[in-house]
T-cell receptor, first 114, second 112 residues
């Protein structure tokens, strides 16, 4: 069964610290993996999209890694800011081309405290 | 370029009523997908439309339906509302051949 598991479920860190969020998936055949940031009450915003051949991708202070062999991805946030407080959702796409093949994780809720 | 817009942003309905939500995609995007988001289940796929045709459908009852117009705008309808339909309904659009999806701000539906 295609699944995406994220850990931890929630995380509290102090402003300025780094953190890493994990995503494990069993989706097959794999097409791409996406990380989204969702502020409370808002729609998700894409941070990165990685295909099979990419193993790292950065977007400012956000760096995503992908190990397609172990089917694991991580999102590393450097020098966290209060505005990083949000839910981070890992989404894996199975080959098929349409958005209906997306498998969503339940997200990690990150709280950054001053 | 304007983003994805959804109307209304908030809605309160009573059990048994029906509701129609609207989504206007980014100009040039022909694919529109709808999702239901609840705290317990996360984001769940409802359906995807491309060029006025439903391309995919998620595992939701027939009370949930949708359509897409020739200008790519999309509507979803939920009939005979149940308490469990209370959720944030999100739509997302994407350009042909692109992985990237752009989400709207969502419609918060509360069923009492």
């Amino acid at each position: 069964k295609n699944q995406v598991e994220q850990s931890p479920q929630s995380l509290i860190i102090l402003e300025g610290k780094n953190c890493t969020l994990q995503c494990n998936y069993t989706v097959s055949p794999f097409s791409n993996l996406r990380w989204y940031k969702q502020d409370t009450g808002r729609g998700p915003v894409s941070l990165t999209i990685m295909t099979f051949s990419e193993n790292t991708k950065s977007n400012g202070r956000y760096t995503a890694t992908l190990d397609a062999d172990t089917k694991q991805s991580s999102l590393h946030i450097t020098a966290s800011q209060l505005s990083d407080s949000a839910s981070y959702i890992c989404v894996v796409s199975a080959i098929g081309g349409s958005q209906g093949n997306l498998i969503f994780g339940k997200g990690t809720k990150l709280s950054v405290k001053p | 370029k304007a983003g994805v817009t959804q109307t209304p942003r908030y809605l309160i309905k009573t059990r048994g009523q029906q509701v129609t939500l609207s989504c206007s995609p980014i100009s040039g995007h022909r694919s529109v997908s709808w999702y239901q988001q609840t705290p317990g289940q996360g984001l769940q796929f409802l359906f995807e439309y491309f060029s006025e045709t439903q391309r995919n459908k998620g595992n939701f009852p027939g009370r949930f339906s949708g359509r897409q117009f020739s200008n790519s705008r999309s509507e979803m309808n939920v009939s005979t509302l149940e308490l469990g339909d209370s959720a944030l309904y999100l739509c997302a659009s994407s350009a042909p051949g692109q992985y990237e999806q752009y989400f709207g701000p969502g419609t918060r539906l509360t069923v009492t």
